[in-house]
C-alpha cells in the first residue's frame, strides 16, 4: 500500500555522482555528519521497498501499537511539531489505512485508530520494514548492533 507522497516531502532519488571530488575530510570525524549521511543512505529506498516513508511507517506502527493514541502524543514520540504529525496523519487517513475520532476522555483531542484496511495492511508493511532494515542489521555482528543500539540510545537521552 503506498501512501501517496507529493514533491517536496523528502523521498527524492539520489541524483547520479557527480563527475567533481569533493573533499569531505573535515566532515568525516563528525558525529552529526556520519549520522545524517547513515539516515540518508538507509532511507534512500525505504518508499519504494516498503510503500511509505520512514516517518510515515513511524506514524502508522505507533497508532498500530497504541490504540487511542492521541495526535499530540504521537507529535511528542517522535519529536515532531503539530503541523507535520497533523500531515503525515492526513496522508494515512487518505490512504485509508488509519481514522481520527474524538477521544472519549478529551473531546478537544482525536483518537487515532487503524481501520480494518490498516490492520491488514500493518503486518505486511512491518515484514517489510523488518526485511528492509535486515539489509543493513546484516552488515554488523550481533555484538557491533548491541553495541550500535546502545550508543544511539545515549545520544538520544
Same mark, same amino acid.
Given at each position: 500500500m503506498a501512501v501517496e507522497v507529493k514533491a517536496g516531502s523528502g523521498a527524492k532519488r539520489a541524483e547520479k555522482p557527480s563527475v567533481t571530488e569533493v573533499d569531505t575530510s573535515v566532515l568525516e570525524s563528525k558525529l552529526g555528519y556520519q549520522i545524517r549521511i547513515a539516515d540518508r543512505v538507509m532511507s534512500r529506498?525505504?518508499?519504494q521497498s *516498503?510503500?511509505?516513508t520512514p516517518v510515515q511507517y513511524s506514524v502508522f506502527s505507533l497508532v498500530a501499537t497504541n490504540n487511542n493514541l492521541s495526535q499530540?502524543? *504521537?507529535g511528542e514520540a517522535l519529536n515532531m511539531d503539530r503541523a507535520s504529525t497533523m500531515a503525515i496523519v492526513h496522508k494515512l487517513e487518505v490512504a485509508g489505512?488509519?481514522?481520527?475520532r474524538r477521544s472519549l476522555h478529551d473531546r478537544r483531542m482525536h483518537a487515532l485508530q487503524l481501520t480494518s484496511k490498516g490492520k491488514k495492511e500493518f503486518t505486511a508493511v512491518n515484514?517489510? *520494514?523488518t526485511a528492509?532494515?535486515?539489509?543493513f542489521a546484516d552488515r554488523l555482528s550481533a555484538t557491533e548492533m548491541k553495541t550500535l543500539l546502545r550508543c544511539i540510545r545515549k545520544l538520544r537521552s
Open positions: 529506498d525505504f518508499f *516498503v510503500g511509505m499530540v502524543a *504521537v489505512l488509519l481514522e481520527r515484514k517489510r *520494514v528492509y532494515d535486515n539489509r
